[in-house]
């Protein structure tokens, strides 16, 4: 079976802190993981995936395989970063996505 | 160009109605998903489509549950028989590469 927890709900920073939403999952195979971002009233939409390595929106994500872990880490948030955030896994064949429950992130000016 | 579709975007029923759901999804896609979104959760995956068949039913709940793609390009699901647990977000999503997977912006279901 596989499971993406995100233990927090919510998370409230200021702008310019770091900001880091935790995601850890569980899987017997090697996974994909990615990072889905939904803004207020637009639809969810991909923000990355580990193996692009690469860094969007000054947002980067490290696949940790001894934690099982994929945390999303951004040195000085911005107040447009204000979004749910759902951490997602796909392993197998058919490329369905497991997804977390979100985390609420909220960057205070 | 035009992304994933979905109509209603909301839709109100009564207990032990049909209804139908609509997703378009991107022209050329091979693959389409359907999730459901509950209250604070995140999108819980129900059935895949790869052309016209479904490769994957195994998230739909019971089988009053029922999703069809008989062109391998707009997709229905329809739920039979409502009941209020089934008042959700209904979310598709398409994709050409098996990578990337583009959301529509979702019907919302709710049952009185």
């Known amino acids: 079976a596989q499971r993406v927890t995100q233990p927090e709900k919510l998370l409230s920073v200021f702008k310019g802190a770091p900001v880091e939403l935790k995601c850890n999952y569980s899987?017997?195979?090697?996974?994909?993981l990615f990072w889905y971002v939904q803004y207020s009233r637009q639809r969810l939409q991909l923000l990355l995936r580990?193996?692009s390595r690469e860094s969007i929106k000054g947002f980067t994500a490290d696949l940790n395989k001894g934690e099982t872990s994929f945390h999303l880490k951004k040195p000085f948030a911005q107040e447009e970063d204000s979004a749910m955030y759902y951490c997602a896994l796909h392993g197998g064949s058919n490329y369905k996505l497991t997804f977390g429950k979100g985390t609420l992130l909220t960057v205070n000016p | 160009g035009a992304g994933v579709s979905q109509t209603p975007s909301n839709k109100v029923t009564e207990k032990g109605k049909y209804v139908e759901l609509r997703c378009d999804p991107i022209s050329g896609h091979t693959a389409l998903y359907w999730y459901r979104q509950s209250l604070g959760q995140g999108p819980e995956f129900l059935i895949y489509?790869?052309?016209?068949?479904?490769?994957?039913d195994s998230g739909l709940p019971n089988d009053r549950f029922f999703a069809v793609r008989p062109e391998g390009s707009v997709s229905t699901l329809k739920i039979q028989r409502t009941e209020r647990g089934d008042s959700a977000v209904y979310l598709c999503?398409?994709?050409?590469?098996?990578?990337?997977?583009?959301f529509g912006p979702g019907t919302r279901l709710t049952v009185l």
């Open positions: 999503a398409s994709s050409a590469s098996y990578n990337e997977q583009f």
């Open positions: 580990h193996i």
């Open positions: 899987y017997s195979g090697s996974p994909e």
């Open positions: 489509f790869q052309g016209t068949g479904a490769a994957d």
